[in-house]
């Protein structure tokens, strides 16, 4: 490692770490519910319902995480005191998560847009955020704050129109069919957008300090636990709101993997559209139904554009990491005329590209998303919770642990059942390992 006493400026507070955090976890809605719907139909709220627990899990202990590393406790830079080959794993299976969360983002974006071939839409954005990128990260870099005000308040609105029909939901709901083992897998299948706590998490170093403590002696937590608890009971709330007022659709049917609606064929990938439009519609009458329904396009389009920025973002920050670190060749860390580097944009860029154009759909990218994303979480928490120098109570090593264990028996399922995902993570995993030794 190549060592520096350079610092970047602490100049994120807790509302904007809250707005990185929620462009990520806030976009999970926006398509998680269609594809639960998918594999389990009106039993479907029960798979959400456990995502949503999962989701409460790992934000309690990213809240640990924030506290014990206030110079960044991603798990490139927290695991690797521990262990520098698992650190690399960890950090390019985070690269494996952040290429398909920006194809994934995208491409959802555009399908709610409603636009003929959205995948191609979503390649266009990509590259054109990646060319924005290379002017520096502050031309794009306040669009996700600027856009999660907005979602929120749709978000309420549209939780407002659902709450009168949670009775007829409950009508409709039914049990979780098959077995034990196949349910688990229907579950596994939907974990997705969890890697805003890893992209918080490594925000800790530039998040303002608490009252009273200095860069010696660094403490965030006024800082990253309200914007992790904040948006987790966001996400938790209406996910689980939305995840049951779904069943109170009527004519609903699961055809090869798609969810087609009465006069609406293909609802699956923007459910929360045609909720809106619904049940708006219900209330108001079409014609309002219809606007809010173009809202929730707009918006949510918007929100994902701006996750799918985040994670080239992201990308682009960790292979510089690397970079310094002499974990990756030293042209990712040559820097143009803006302060940004070049290659590791270019390679950003133009894998989230090939993805979204080669894959086109969006079960197939969940597919891809979670094998990255929970191993990252898995190898951070594991790590975490057995380093005994640690400052842990008890119980949130107990947490940890435990939270670990299902993460870690989530990432088996993945390896096991998707193998699509363990040729994406091996492939990932075998340049990055190439690249290392250049």
């Not at 014609?287 to 929730?296: E, M, N, Q």
């Not at 670190?325 to 860390?333: H, N, T, V």
């Not at 947490?399 to 399922?413: D, H, N, R, Y």
Request: hydrophobic share 55%; net charge neutral; aromatic share 8%.
């Amino acid at each position: 490692m190549i060592p520096t006493n350079v610092k970047r400026p602490r100049n994120v507070d807790w509302k904007r770490a809250a707005a990185i955090l929620y462009g990520d976890w806030g976009t999970s809605k926006a398509y998680v519910i269609g594809l639960a719907f998918a594999v389990a139909g009106y039993a479907s709220f029960w798979l959400i319902a456990a995502m949503c627990v999962l989701t409460a899990l790992v934000g309690i202990n990213y809240m640990i995480i924030c506290r014990l590393y206030p110079d960044g406790g991603g798990v490139y830079a927290s695991v690797r005191h521990r262990s520098e080959v698992i650190s690399i794993v960890g950090a390019f299976l985070l690269i494996a998560d952040y290429l398909v969360t920006a194809a994934i983002s995208a491409l959802s974006a555009f399908q709610y847009l409603g636009v003929p071939h959205p995948e191609k839409f979503a390649a266009a954005a990509i590259l054109a955020i990646g060319l924005l990128n290379l002017l520096g990260p502050k031309q794009t870099g306040g669009l996700a704050f600027l856009v999660s005000i907005p979602t929120v308040i749709v978000v309420i609105v549209l939780g407002l129109f659902c709450l009168p029909h949670i009775s007829e939901a409950f009508g409709h709901l039914q049990p979780l069919h098959g077995t034990v083992g196949q349910n688990w897998f229907a579950f596994v299948g939907i974990v997705l957008a969890l890697s805003g706590v890893e992209a918080i998490a490594n925000a800790t170093g530039v998040m303002k300090l608490d009252p009273g403590t200095t860069e010696e002696n660094p403490c965030v937590i006024k800082t990253s636990t309200p914007a992790i608890l904040i948006v987790m009971i966001e996400v938790c709330i209406f996910t689980a709101l939305f995840g049951l007022a779904a069943h109170a659709l009527n004519g609903l049917q699961v055809v090869n993997g798609d969810v087609n609606a009465p006069g609406a064929e293909g609802v699956r990938d923007y459910l929360l559209r045609y909720m809106g439009q619904i049940f708006v519609g219900g209330a108001m009458g079409p014609g309002l139904g219809h606007i809010f329904a173009i809202v929730v396009s707009v918006v949510f389009g918007l929100l994902l554009l701006s996750a799918s920025n985040t994670a080239i973002v992201d990308l682009i920050a960790i292979q510089f990491l690397m970079s310094r670190d002499r974990e990756l060749p030293k042209i990712f860390q040559k820097l143009n005329n803006w302060g940004v580097p070049n290659a590791a944009t270019l390679l950003a860029t133009i894998v989230s590209m090939l993805l979204v154009v080669i894959v086109k759909d969006m079960s197939g990218l969940a597919d891809l998303y979670a094998v990255g994303v929970v191993g990252a979480i898995a190898t951070n928490l594991g790590a975490t919770a057995t380093d005994r120098k640690l400052s842990i109570q008890l119980w949130e090593r107990t947490l940890m642990f435990g939270t670990f264990i299902v993460m870690a028996a989530i990432e088996l399922s993945l390896l096991i059942d998707k193998p699509n995902a363990r040729y994406f993570a091996v492939t990932i995993l075998a340049v990055g390992l190439i690249l290392r030794g250049l």
